[in-house]
């Protein structure tokens, strides 16, 4: 992994940049004094695609619990039933191709992780093989398939570090692949402004969540799916744009149909 540029430039990585939430800027920060960006058209590269996603929750420490996180929880949980079923997929639809029709999915479960505890800090490593630790052996998790998509949550307090910068210092979430045909996305609990912006905590959830379920549907192995070489993936593009669907804040994605962020 590389490490992001300095995020209040607004500009990281061709790698961080096909994977990761960036921070907030308010508006009056947002590429200042950068040329505009060539026009943007998402291209298929060849990889899988996530046609029927199907979505197990993870929340690692044992403060998911307890409330408030246990409550917390379990509302995420009714977002991805929601969905996953509705709206958010539907118009991703548009980024099938020949063999993978992209259509609705579901969430198979949930869990929470209580050994070992996250501290302050932990490393995308360190998640990865929390999952390889359980996948196979734990019957509380599915087993990988083809459309599985492991989204690991993180309690207050604790940080993750990952590509060469820590979430609220140049990231809030972010997917990946791992052993080929491992796919994960990884949510630090908005603890700062550049990761709530304008909304409140559990908004901020479910819009960068939004963004990550989008991205691994449509690129799951980043750069390889739908992708865009200088404006990234279907996410990165309308990042921090959001509207309310079925009663949920989601991040609006690029549409290459409509060329706009619907």
Same mark, same amino acid.
């Given at each position: 992994?590389?490490?992001?540029?300095?995020?209040?430039?607004?500009?990281?990585?061709? &790698? +961080?940049?096909?994977?990761?939430?960036?921070?907030?800027?308010?508006?009056?920060?947002?590429?200042?004094?950068?040329?505009?960006? &060539?026009?943007?058209?998402?291209?298929?590269?060849?990889?899988?695609?996530?046609?029927?996603?199907?979505?197990?929750?993870?929340?690692?420490?044992?403060?998911?619990?307890?409330?408030?996180?246990?409550?917390? @929880? +379990?509302?995420?949980?009714?977002?991805? +039933?929601?969905?996953? !079923?509705?709206?958010?997929?539907?118009?991703?639809?548009?980024?099938?191709? @020949?063999?993978?029709?992209?259509?609705?999915?579901?969430?198979?479960? &949930?869990?929470?992780?209580?050994?070992?505890?996250?501290? !302050?800090?932990?490393?995308?490593?360190?998640?990865?093989?929390?999952?390889?630790?359980?996948?196979?052996?734990?019957? !509380?998790?599915? @087993?990988?398939?083809?459309?599985?998509?492991?989204?690991?949550?993180?309690?207050?307090?604790?940080?993750?570090?990952?590509?060469?910068?820590?979430?609220?210092?140049?990231?809030?979430?972010?997917?990946?692949?791992?052993?080929?045909?491992?796919?994960?996305?990884?949510?630090?609990?908005?603890?700062?402004?550049?990761?709530?912006?304008?909304?409140?905590?559990?908004?901020?959830?479910?819009?960068?969540?939004?963004?990550?379920?989008?991205?691994?549907?449509?690129?799951?192995?980043?750069?390889?799916?739908?992708?865009?070489?200088?404006?990234?993936?279907?996410?990165?593009?309308? !990042?921090?744009?959001?509207?309310?669907?079925?009663?949920?804040?989601?991040?609006?994605?690029?549409?290459? @149909?409509?060329?706009?962020?619907?």
């Amino acid at each position: 992994m590389t490490s992001p540029e300095d995020p209040t430039s607004g500009i990281v990585s061709a &790698r +961080d940049a096909v994977r990761i939430v960036p921070l907030y800027l308010p508006p009056s920060l947002v590429h200042p004094l950068v040329a505009p960006a &060539r026009p943007t058209h998402l291209t298929y590269r060849g990889g899988p695609l996530l046609t029927a996603v199907e979505v197990f929750t993870v929340y690692w420490g044992t403060a998911w619990q307890s409330q408030p996180l246990a409550d917390t @929880a +379990d509302r995420l949980d009714a977002f991805f +039933d929601t969905v996953l !079923a509705g709206a958010v997929i539907d118009q991703l639809a548009e980024y099938s191709v @020949a063999g993978m029709q992209i259509g609705p999915g579901r969430r198979v479960g &949930r869990t929470v992780v209580a050994t070992p505890q996250p501290g !302050a800090v932990v490393t995308d490593t360190e998640i990865q093989d929390l999952l390889q630790q359980h996948l196979g052996t734990d019957p !509380a998790f599915p @087993a990988v398939g083809p459309n599985s998509l492991y989204f690991v949550y993180l309690p207050p307090g604790t940080a993750v570090a990952a590509g060469g910068t820590r979430s609220c210092q140049g990231f809030c979430g972010y997917h990946d692949v791992f052993d080929g045909d491992v796919f994960y996305a990884v949510l630090p609990y908005p603890g700062c402004q550049g990761c709530t912006g304008r909304l409140a905590v559990f908004d901020a959830l479910t819009s960068v969540s939004s963004h990550e379920l989008c991205e691994a549907v449509t690129d799951p192995v980043p750069g390889q799916g739908w992708y865009d070489d200088v404006n990234g993936e279907v996410g990165d593009i309308c !990042a921090w744009q959001t509207r309310v669907v079925d009663g949920y804040t989601v991040q609006l994605e690029w549409s290459n @149909a409509s060329g706009s962020c619907v």
